[in-house]
Protein backbone atom coordinates (compact mmCIF):
# COMPACT_ATOMS: atom_id res chain seq x y z
CA UNK A 1 0.00 0.00 0.00
CA UNK A 2 1.38 2.91 -0.62
CA UNK A 3 2.71 5.58 1.74
CA UNK A 4 2.27 8.51 0.38
CA UNK A 5 -1.36 9.50 -2.14
CA UNK A 6 -0.86 12.23 -5.02
CA UNK A 7 -3.31 15.03 -4.92
CA UNK A 8 -4.94 13.11 -7.75
CA UNK A 9 -6.15 10.53 -5.58
CA UNK A 10 -6.53 11.96 -2.56
CA UNK A 11 -9.46 14.13 -4.30
CA UNK A 12 -10.76 10.87 -5.75
CA UNK A 13 -11.37 9.39 -2.38
CA UNK A 14 -13.08 12.97 -0.88
CA UNK A 15 -15.06 12.82 -3.49
CA UNK A 16 -16.06 8.71 -3.41
CA UNK A 17 -16.68 9.51 0.29
CA UNK A 18 -18.94 12.38 -0.66
CA UNK A 19 -20.71 10.34 -2.87
CA UNK A 20 -21.38 7.10 -0.56
CA UNK A 21 -22.76 9.78 2.09
CA UNK A 22 -24.51 11.61 -0.34
CA UNK A 23 -26.53 8.15 -1.37
CA UNK A 24 -27.04 6.94 2.25
CA UNK A 25 -28.48 10.54 3.32
CA UNK A 26 -30.79 10.20 0.27
CA UNK A 27 -31.60 6.88 1.24
CA UNK A 28 -31.74 7.17 4.90
CA UNK A 29 -34.04 10.39 4.42
CA UNK A 30 -37.47 8.09 3.12
CA UNK A 31 -37.10 6.94 6.99
CA UNK A 32 -36.36 10.07 8.55
CA UNK A 33 -39.43 11.26 8.96
CA UNK A 34 -40.77 8.44 10.49
CA UNK A 35 -37.96 8.88 12.86
CA UNK A 36 -38.98 12.16 13.82
CA UNK A 37 -42.02 11.57 14.07
CA UNK A 38 -41.70 8.74 16.47
CA UNK A 39 -39.27 10.93 18.75
CA UNK A 40 -42.03 14.06 18.91
CA UNK A 41 -44.49 10.85 20.09
CA UNK A 42 -42.43 9.73 23.04
CA UNK A 43 -41.21 13.31 24.14
CA UNK A 44 -42.73 14.64 27.30
CA UNK A 45 -43.97 18.09 27.43
CA UNK A 46 -45.54 21.15 29.17
CA UNK A 47 -48.74 21.47 28.03
CA UNK A 48 -49.49 25.36 26.82
CA UNK A 49 -51.48 26.49 29.66
CA UNK A 50 -49.07 25.64 32.11
CA UNK A 51 -46.66 26.90 30.08
CA UNK A 52 -48.08 30.47 30.22
CA UNK A 53 -48.94 30.04 33.75
CA UNK A 54 -44.58 29.57 34.28
CA UNK A 55 -44.04 32.72 32.52
CA UNK A 56 -46.11 35.08 34.61
CA UNK A 57 -44.69 33.74 37.84
CA UNK A 58 -41.63 35.62 38.97
CA UNK A 59 -38.29 33.68 38.79
CA UNK A 60 -37.64 33.41 42.32
CA UNK A 61 -41.04 31.76 42.96
CA UNK A 62 -40.46 28.44 42.94
CA UNK A 63 -43.54 26.58 42.45
CA UNK A 64 -44.63 23.13 40.72
CA UNK A 65 -44.69 21.86 36.96
CA UNK A 66 -47.02 19.86 34.89
CA UNK A 67 -45.48 17.60 32.64
CA UNK A 68 -47.12 15.39 30.45
CA UNK A 69 -45.79 11.75 29.49
CA UNK A 70 -46.96 10.29 26.56
CA UNK A 71 -49.04 7.32 26.83
CA UNK A 72 -46.83 5.60 23.88
CA UNK A 73 -43.55 6.22 25.78
CA UNK A 74 -44.70 4.55 28.71
CA UNK A 75 -45.60 1.51 26.80
CA UNK A 76 -42.44 1.69 24.76
CA UNK A 77 -40.36 1.72 28.34
CA UNK A 78 -42.99 -1.33 29.59
CA UNK A 79 -41.82 -3.12 26.82
CA UNK A 80 -38.09 -2.16 27.07
CA UNK A 81 -37.91 -3.42 30.86
CA UNK A 82 -39.60 -6.45 29.35
CA UNK A 83 -36.93 -7.21 26.61
CA UNK A 84 -34.23 -5.94 29.04
CA UNK A 85 -35.32 -8.52 31.44
CA UNK A 86 -35.36 -10.98 29.46
CA UNK A 87 -31.85 -10.38 27.07
CA UNK A 88 -30.30 -8.67 29.66
CA UNK A 89 -30.55 -10.40 33.07
CA UNK A 90 -29.18 -13.77 32.18
CA UNK A 91 -25.23 -14.46 33.54
CA UNK A 92 -23.46 -14.76 31.07
CA UNK A 93 -25.51 -12.74 28.71
CA UNK A 94 -24.36 -14.78 25.66
CA UNK A 95 -24.47 -17.88 25.98
CA UNK A 96 -23.42 -20.57 23.68
CA UNK A 97 -24.64 -24.27 22.95
CA UNK A 98 -21.79 -26.68 21.16
CA UNK A 99 -22.68 -28.27 17.49
CA UNK A 100 -21.06 -31.05 15.93
CA UNK A 101 -20.00 -32.87 18.65
CA UNK A 102 -18.02 -29.93 20.30
CA UNK A 103 -16.77 -30.30 23.85
CA UNK A 104 -18.21 -28.60 26.27
CA UNK A 105 -15.45 -27.40 27.73
CA UNK A 106 -14.61 -25.43 24.93
CA UNK A 107 -18.00 -24.47 25.04
CA UNK A 108 -17.54 -23.18 28.76
CA UNK A 109 -14.08 -21.13 27.85
CA UNK A 110 -15.74 -19.38 25.02
CA UNK A 111 -18.69 -18.11 27.20
CA UNK A 112 -15.72 -17.36 29.66
CA UNK A 113 -14.33 -14.99 27.07
CA UNK A 114 -17.35 -13.20 26.29
CA UNK A 115 -18.10 -12.84 29.40
CA UNK A 116 -15.13 -10.76 30.53
CA UNK A 117 -15.49 -8.38 27.52
CA UNK A 118 -18.70 -7.69 28.28
CA UNK A 119 -18.28 -7.33 32.15
CA UNK A 120 -14.77 -5.31 31.60
CA UNK A 121 -15.86 -4.12 28.78
CA UNK A 122 -18.93 -2.29 29.57
CA UNK A 123 -21.05 -3.87 27.09
CA UNK A 124 -24.15 -4.07 28.90
CA UNK A 125 -24.80 -0.62 28.42
CA UNK A 126 -24.43 0.37 24.91
CA UNK A 127 -26.56 -2.93 24.48
CA UNK A 128 -29.43 -1.50 26.93
CA UNK A 129 -29.43 1.38 24.44
CA UNK A 130 -29.74 -0.72 21.86
CA UNK A 131 -33.09 -2.20 22.39
CA UNK A 132 -34.29 1.09 23.40
CA UNK A 133 -33.47 2.07 19.85
CA UNK A 134 -34.75 -0.56 18.80
CA UNK A 135 -38.29 0.17 20.03
CA UNK A 136 -37.46 3.67 19.03
CA UNK A 137 -36.46 3.59 15.68
CA UNK A 138 -37.30 -0.19 14.47
CA UNK A 139 -33.70 -0.73 13.72
CA UNK A 140 -30.52 -0.41 16.23
CA UNK A 141 -26.86 0.29 15.79
CA UNK A 142 -23.78 -1.41 17.77
CA UNK A 143 -20.35 -1.62 16.50
CA UNK A 144 -17.36 -3.45 17.86
CA UNK A 145 -14.13 -2.00 18.42
CA UNK A 146 -10.93 -3.23 20.13
CA UNK A 147 -9.79 -1.25 23.18
CA UNK A 148 -6.24 -1.06 24.76
CA UNK A 149 -6.32 0.83 28.00
CA UNK A 150 -3.39 2.54 30.03
CA UNK A 151 -4.38 4.22 33.19
CA UNK A 152 -1.91 5.92 35.28
CA UNK A 153 -1.38 5.31 39.65
CA UNK A 154 0.25 7.91 41.59
CA UNK A 155 2.36 5.90 44.79
CA UNK A 156 3.34 8.20 48.00
CA UNK A 157 5.91 7.39 50.39
CA UNK A 158 8.73 7.56 52.02
CA UNK A 159 12.57 6.33 50.87
CA UNK A 160 15.99 6.62 51.99
CA UNK A 161 17.74 10.01 50.55
CA UNK A 162 20.74 9.20 47.84
CA UNK A 163 23.33 11.15 47.05
CA UNK A 164 26.27 9.98 44.62
CA UNK A 165 24.74 6.51 45.05
CA UNK A 166 25.08 6.34 48.94
CA UNK A 167 22.34 7.44 51.91
CA UNK A 168 22.73 10.50 53.51
CA UNK A 169 23.49 10.15 56.85
CA UNK A 170 23.02 12.53 59.78
CA UNK A 171 24.30 11.95 62.79
CA UNK A 172 24.82 7.89 61.93
CA UNK A 173 21.16 8.06 60.90
CA UNK A 174 19.89 7.38 57.20
CA UNK A 175 17.94 10.40 56.23
CA UNK A 176 14.18 9.85 54.50
CA UNK A 177 12.85 12.03 51.89
CA UNK A 178 9.81 11.72 50.54
CA UNK A 179 8.76 10.82 46.95
CA UNK A 180 6.15 10.71 43.89
CA UNK A 181 5.87 8.02 41.69
CA UNK A 182 3.56 7.68 39.11
CA UNK A 183 2.92 4.01 37.63
CA UNK A 184 1.73 3.16 34.65
CA UNK A 185 -0.63 -0.13 34.65
CA UNK A 186 -2.05 -1.67 31.65
CA UNK A 187 -5.93 -1.76 31.83
CA UNK A 188 -8.41 -3.87 29.98
CA UNK A 189 -7.33 -5.05 26.68
CA UNK A 190 -10.16 -6.49 24.27
CA UNK A 191 -13.52 -5.77 22.47
CA UNK A 192 -15.90 -3.08 23.38
CA UNK A 193 -18.98 -2.03 21.48
CA UNK A 194 -20.60 1.82 21.07
CA UNK A 195 -23.75 2.56 20.06
CA UNK A 196 -25.09 4.70 16.81
CA UNK A 197 -27.94 6.64 16.03
CA UNK A 198 -29.99 5.62 13.19
CA UNK A 199 -30.05 8.38 11.60
CA UNK A 200 -26.38 8.87 11.66
CA UNK A 201 -25.57 6.09 9.70
CA UNK A 202 -23.67 5.76 6.76
CA UNK A 203 -25.53 2.91 4.62
CA UNK A 204 -25.13 1.29 1.72
CA UNK A 205 -28.17 2.20 -0.36
CA UNK A 206 -27.67 -1.17 -2.15
CA UNK A 207 -28.69 -3.47 0.58
CA UNK A 208 -31.22 -3.50 2.47
CA UNK A 209 -31.70 -3.17 6.40
CA UNK A 210 -32.92 -6.73 6.49
CA UNK A 211 -29.73 -7.89 5.57
CA UNK A 212 -27.53 -5.77 7.60
CA UNK A 213 -25.43 -7.25 10.45
Known amino acids: MKKNLT ?18 DSKLGERARAWEQAEKMNQMFIPKAEAERRAK ?21 AQHTYL ?8 PIFQYQGRNGTAQQSVLEMESVIDYQVENGGMAVPLYIALYDLLMYGVCACFTTWEDKTSYLTAYGTRTKMANGLPVLTNGVEEEEEFEEVQQVRGYRGSTVFNCKPKDL ?8 LLRK
Open 57 to 77: EDAENMSFTKITIPYSYAMML
Open 7 to 24: VEEQRKIVDLVCEAVKKS
Open 84 to 91: ASIFLSRN
Open 202 to 209: IIDPSVSF
